[in-house]
């Protein structure tokens, strides 16, 4: 029998932060994180997606985008054996990040004209992969959320443009909606494959969806 964690409300807390407490605290792969040294329980989703696609090789160039707290730029230097100097990552975000094991740290802003070239250099050479799993915060409107959501997708998308090697990968976090298949369909004309992907780690009741695009054909 699964014991289920109960939260009261207190009165300093809302509704909707009490039911996240409580969905934090019996959720399995936020314990598993903690037992296994993740920061967040994302870097299953990750794992994930590694598993079923085989994306993460040693000796390639990852670019984590908007990586803070930092668990998918920590599945990606394992995986590529950066800790080893195979493989390198690059973790970009505004927010500062603890340091991480094998993974370079820039605070940048990625929109920024020139991101490209700086990470770029960082990396002596195009990437071999960019992933992203960032989220605007949410608004409680549907619509809204899912318009902020793949216009970060889609900000992603430009960056991999420029940053990419040929043959390189491209995953996004979108939301189901239909929202985007404007990107979807330049993802198309870009890469050999583009497919929709939700990892059993995403939350059942979530909308969340990753975009994963393989074999970029180059600029």
Excluded: C
């Amino acid at each position: 029998m699964t014991l289920t964690t109960r939260v009261k409300t207190a009165r300093k807390r809302t509704l909707s932060s009490t039911l996240w407490l409580e969905r934090q605290l019996n959720d399995p792969y936020v314990a598993r994180a903690k037992r296994e040294g993740y920061r967040a329980r994302a870097a299953y989703k990750l794992i994930e997606l590694d598993e079923r696609f085989h994306l993460l090789k040693p000796g390639l160039r990852i670019v984590d985008l908007g990586a803070a707290p930092g668990g998918w730029s920590q599945v990606a230097a394992e995986r590529v054996k950066a800790q080893e100097g195979k493989g390198k990552v690059i973790a970009a975000d505004l927010l500062d990040m603890a340091p991480i094991a094998g993974v370079e740290f820039v605070a940048l802003d990625f929109r920024d004209e020139t991101a490209p070239q700086t990470i770029m250099a960082m990396l002596g050479g195009k990437a071999d992969g960019v992933i992203s799993d960032m989220a605007a915060n949410a608004t409680g409107h549907k619509q809204t959320d899912h318009l902020r959501i793949v216009a970060l997708a889609e900000l992603a998308a430009d960056f991999a443009r420029q940053a990419l090697a040929p043959g390189g990968f491209f995953v996004a976090k979108v939301l189901q909606g239909g929202t985007e298949g404007q990107l979807l369909a330049q993802l198309k004309r870009e890469f050999a494959i583009v497919r929709h992907v939700k990892p059993a780690a995403s939350r059942a009741g979530s909308a969340e969806l990753y975009v994963l695009a393989t074999g970029f054909r180059g600029n």
